[in-house]
């Protein structure tokens, strides 16, 4: 699949997510809509990215730890990361617990990194993806629970605007 057509298909997915649970209210809860539309976007852009290319010089599997001292593996790993810190902040705002995000982001590498082993697509199955990707989805968690933790606390300890002052009178 190219990155065009997983593109195409992520953004059709989401505007039919996004009207579908709109139209039919459900789920309830807004914000548990927006995360299905942009889930699909994300997950669409990473079967794109992952399936789009070919990599891996055609070894099938690799169980070799990251190599610090080569600046491609460690590009890779940031790379890597960064593509599933999203799935880790959407989780986020699920409020889901921590350890689900852990898990959910090491699942979704492992499926990724298995279809990979036992298809032909060209891709090497990797320890290093594995590690980064799950690092990436709770690095996001943790960041979006931190940017959460530090509004809420600042809007819990922010003065009283005038207009809320100017209503009470």
């Not at 539309?37 to 290319?53: C, E, I, K, P, Q």
């Not at 960064?82 to 902040?89: D, E, K, Q, R, V």
Request: glycine share 10%; with cysteine; hydrophobic share 50%.
């Amino acid at each position: 699949m190219s990155f065009g057509t997983a593109l195409i298909t992520g953004v059709i997915g989401s505007l039919l997510i996004a009207i579908v649970t709109w139209a039919l209210s459900r789920p309830r809860r807004a914000r548990q809509r927006v995360v299905a539309a942009l889930g699909w976007l994300w997950a669409a852009g990473v079967v794109g990215l992952t399936f789009g290319t070919k990599s891996g010089a055609g070894q099938a599997f690799n169980m070799a730890l990251l190599d610090l001292g080569n600046p491609a593996d460690r590009i890779d790993f940031l790379l890597n990361m960064t593509m599933f810190a999203p799935a880790g902040i959407l989780l986020s705002v699920l409020r889901v617990r921590f350890r689900f995000a852990l898990l959910g982001g090491a699942l979704a590498s492992l499926v990724i990194e298995a279809i990979q082993y036992v298809s032909d697509s060209g891709r090497t199955a990797d320890i290093n993806d594995l590690l980064s990707n799950t690092a990436g989805c709770v690095l996001g968690y943790l960041c979006a629970g931190m940017i959460t933790e530090v509004m809420a606390h600042h809007a819990a300890t922010a003065p009283t605007s005038y207009v809320d002052r100017a209503r009470r009178h």
